[in-house]
């Protein structure tokens, strides 16, 4: 029985030992067997990673040190990198030695992770809370779109359509990009989001309310009606009709939040706004973890850290000293009882 491609590559790799000067090519190598599991965007972030690891201790680094990848991470703290992208980077790298070390291109004693982490030299998870728009911000900008909506402004109606979609489900820019109207359901209000953009590889229907149906209506009333058009949400300036893309509804939320006059913040802010504001409101987390389809309840239990400002006021409104006579009493009750 002829072996998959995917153990062939791993054999080949075990029989031909790495050499000086292989770097890149271990890097491709990982490269093309995490697109069988992984997303496109997933790779290029791996690609840009191991390119500039690799760009940094040179091709002929072989193999990895542990005093090359600190030396790394100590040029990335001189050019001011953030924390959190130090971390992330750190988590690629770990990925990619451990599959070296899965493949018996490296040693276990001889994995620079191993080394790092007996040396406790790692980088620290900033473990920050998820950054997402205020409430009163998220407010802001859809009541400013719902206003240019009124006056029939074509891409205020299709970006409040948008924003209030991404912002109700959950859902991400990419997928936001690319979904096609055939996976729209007005009259159950869900849409069915493709494995390719779930982390668990699983088609994915997630549900929106009246308001967001009430918002779609009004856009696809005036969307561009031809046979090649496929997407729920397409450009309306230069190519009328054509994808819009992940890149252009990030620009396009930076020019509005701008004329709304609210902080500007990435377009995954939304996903995070939409997390806690579910909880907020009182949506169970295993409900809010369905919606946003992550895999682990660890994930989703990020979200309950919350907003600093969200626990300020919980707190200094509802006062436990005020309801401290009542509830004492209600229990003293409940006790008899």
């Known amino acids: 029985m002829n072996n998959p491609p995917q153990l062939r590559l791993i054999k080949s790799s075990r029989r031909n030992k790495p050499e000086a000067g292989n770097l890149r090519h271990q890097v491709q190598e990982f490269l093309q067997i995490k697109k069988r599991t992984c997303r ?22 072989w193999p990895p040190t542990y005093q090359g990848i600190l030396n790394w991470f100590d040029h990335l703290d001189a050019a001011q990198v953030t924390e959190t992208t130090v971390y992330s980077y750190w988590v690629h790298l770990r990925t990619f030695l451990n599959f070296l070390e899965k493949l018996e291109v490296l040693l276990p004693q001889h994995n620079p992770v191993r080394i790092i ?9 900033p ?7 205020p409430p009163e911000d998220t407010n802001t900008l859809l009541n400013h779109l719902a206003e240019l909506a009124q006056n029939d402004d074509q891409e205020a109606i299709r970006n ?22 055939a996976n729209l359901n007005l009259r159950r209000k869900c849409v069915i989001i493709p494995a390719e953009y779930n982390k668990n590889k699983k088609d ?29 949400f397409v450009s309306l300036r230069g190519q009328v009709g054509a994808a819009i893309s992940p890149k252009g509804i990030y620009a396009m939320l930076q020019r509005v939040c701008e004329a709304a006059g609210i902080e500007r913040r990435k377009f995954h802010a939304l996903r995070h706004s939409s ?22 309840l660890t994930t989703t239990m990020k979200y309950l850290r919350g907003r600093d400002e969200d626990r300020r006021r919980a707190y200094q409104e509802y006062s436990l000293s005020d309801s401290l006579a009542k509830r ?5 009750v409940d006790l008899e009882e």
């Open 40 to 61: 496109p965007t997933t790779i290029r972030t791996y690609g840009s990673v191991l390119g500039q690891y690799a760009s940094f201790v040179g091709d002929t680094h």
């Open 117 to 125: 982490y007996k040396l406790e030299v790692a980088p620290d998870d």
């Open 127 to 133: 473990d920050l809370p998820p950054v997402s728009f």
């Open 160 to 181: 409040l359509a948008l924003i209030r979609l991404a912002y109700v489900t959950g859902v991400r820019e990419a997928a936001i990009a690319t979904l096609p109207l």
């Open 204 to 232: 994915q229907e997630v549900y929106f309310d009246n308001q967001v149906k009430t918002d779609l209506q009004a856009w696809l009333a005036i969307r561009p009606h031809r046979d090649d058009v496929v997407n729920v």
């Open 275 to 296: 997390a806690l504001d579910a909880l907020d409101a009182g949506i169970s987390i295993e409900k809010v973890q369905k919606q946003l389809g992550h895999a682990s």
């Open 328 to 332: 004492a009493a209600k229990r003293l």
